[in-house]
T-cell receptor, first 112, second 112 residues
Framework: GQQLNQSPQSMFIQEGEDVSMNCTSS?????WLWYKQDPGEGPVLLIA?????ELTSNGRLTAQFGITRKDSFLNISASIPSDVGIYFC????????????FGTGTRLKVLA | NAGVTQTPKFRVLKTGQSMTLLCAQD?????MYWYRQDPGMGLRLIHY???????AKGEVPDGYNVSRLKKQNFLLGLESAAPSQTSVYFC???????????FGPGTRLTVL
């Protein structure tokens, strides 16, 4: 099945550093979502984006809906140890065939 | 308000055995979903339901059946388990197609 490409696959960073990750697709989506999954838990929504070009923040997290509608970006500023986890993007399209596709995930590890 | 719950949390099956995973949500959501999560693969949609009495295939439906007899419950069945079905299974629900999906804690299934 189709999956979205997320980059990087994993990253180690120092506490206090900023983090950037992105999600790309060959398809257009009309909604982009970013989730975080902690070990042993289900994913939890961080940010939802509904319009091309939209930039939305949630605390230290900022996400953008790419202009082409084929990509999205997530930035985390001043990372802290509890940012550890797997971050998933998801693209949704409800026009034509319904699709709610998850990315392959970015595993983040923060070194104190 | 428990959100989305899943039973059981863990299960070990022998090849050829059958079992049913139960998902329940108390948010009055119309949409419910079953995903499987494998290492490095992110989340892949197995089946979903857009309302009581309806079900539809996702990306990886083979080997699974589902039923939505009550709005709050979504059952995932494995008629004849195979080792390839060893995975972590997540149930999710949402108010509409485009909205946030709320995930359960997952069921870890091992097929020997």
């Amino acid at each position: 099945g189709q999956q979205l490409n997320q980059s990087p696959q994993s990253m180690f960073i120092q506490e206090g550093e900023d983090v950037s990750m992105n999600c790309t697709s060959s398809s257009i989506f009309n909604t982009w979502l970013w989730y975080k999954q902690d070990p042993g838990e289900g994913p939890v929504l961080l940010i939802a984006l509904y319009k091309a070009g939209e930039l939305t923040s949630n605390g230290r997290l900022t996400a953008q809906f790419g202009i082409t509608r084929k990509d999205s970006f997530l930035n985390i500023s001043a990372s802290i140890p509890s940012d550890v986890g797997i971050y998933f993007c998801a693209g949704v399209t409800t026009s034509g065939t319904y699709k709610y596709i998850f990315g392959t995930g970015t595993r983040l590890k923060v070194l104190a | 308000n428990a959100g989305v719950t899943q039973t059981p949390k863990f299960r070990v099956l022998k090849t050829g055995q059958s079992m049913t995973l139960l998902c329940a949500q108390d948010m009055n959501h119309e949409y419910m979903y079953w995903y499987r999560q494998d290492p490095g693969m992110g989340l892949r949609l197995i089946h979903y339901s857009v309302g009581e009495g309806t079900t539809a295939k996702g990306e990886v439906p083979d080997g699974y059946n589902v039923s939505r007899l009550k709005k709050q419950n979504f059952l995932l069945g494995l008629e004849s388990a195979a080792p390839s079905q060893t995975s972590v299974y997540f149930c999710a629900s949402s108010y509409s197609k485009r909205d946030t999906q709320y995930f359960g804690p997952g069921t870890r299934l091992t097929v020997l």
